[in-house]
Antibody
Framework: EVQLVESGGGVVQPGGSLRLSCAAS????????MDWVRQAPGKGLEWVGR??????????EYAASVTGRFTISRDDSKSSLFLQMNCLKTEDTAVYYC?????????WGQGTTVIVSS | QSVLTQPPSASGTPGQRVTISCSGS????????VYWYQQFPGTAPKLLIY???QRPSGVPDRFSGSKSGTSASLAISGLRSEDEADYYC???????????FGGGTKLTVL
């Protein structure tokens, strides 16, 4: 079964850091680009960024709202995706989804919740 | 404000055909494929349409997508109560070098 499982969410103070993880299974993780998408409470979906595969040199792209603060990385040997979030702001409060990028964002995790609050 | 513009709400009665529009620009819809997602409250989104008009395996043929110029549409025919959900359009934006989502459309089945 193709599956993505996020972890690492929690409550953090403004200005703090958090690292989210996503464990992939059921498919060849290394072949695929991977994305992070978030959804603030009661709001729509917002793309956070993506990382390409080894063939494309693991290059990354980010939404303007997180550029310079968030970093996406991956460990193909462990079929894992990561999102390092620094200098967190209250507006970063959201459910964060790990998503496989394959002819669209075709497989989604269940999401992990990040709350930025003092 | 979302880069892609969707109506915030849409509605229809069972059996009816409903369309949801998605308006963009030359840097996104005008030059890239459009994708559509369905999301029920408290759950992760599900891919409904990819590459403008392709349905993933398992998606009923009641759902169809189209694109013309800088706009796209999702059509749902034979509307059912279980279609009541939020729908989002997405496209890559060459100017922003990133994906852009529509604000979402809440579909109500009356």
């Amino acid at each position: 079964e193709v599956q993505l499982v996020e972890s690492g969410g929690g409550v953090v103070q403004p200005g703090g850091s958090l690292r989210l993880s996503c464990a992939a299974s059921g498919f060849t993780f290394s072949d695929h680009y991977m994305d992070w998408v978030r959804q603030a409470p009661g709001k729509g979906l917002e793309w956070v960024g993506r990382i390409r595969n080894k063939v494309k040199s693991y290059t990354t792209e980010y939404a303007a709202s997180v550029t310079g603060r968030f970093t996406i990385s991956r460990d193909d040997s462990k079929s894992s995706l990561f999102l390092q979030m620094n200098c967190l702001k209250t507006e970063d409060t959201a459910v964060y989804y790990c998503v496989r990028d394959n002819y669209g964002l075709d497989v989604w995790g269940q999401g992990t919740t990040v709350i930025v609050s003092s | 404000q979302s880069v892609l513009t969707q109506p915030p709400s849409a509605s229809g009665t069972p059996g009816q055909r409903v369309t949801i529009s998605c308006s963009g620009s030359s840097s996104n819809i005008g030059s890239n494929s459009v994708y559509w997602y369905q999301q029920f409250p408290g759950t992760a989104p599900k891919l409904l349409i990819y590459r403008n008009n392709q349905r993933p395996s398992g998606v009923p043929d009641r759902f169809s997508g189209s694109k013309s110029g800088t706009s796209a549409s999702l059509a749902i025919s034979g509307l059912r109560s279980e279609d009541e959900a939020d729908y989002y359009c997405v496209a890559w934006d060459d100017s922003l070098s990133g994906r852009v989502f529509g604000g979402g459309t809440k579909l109500t089945v009356l």
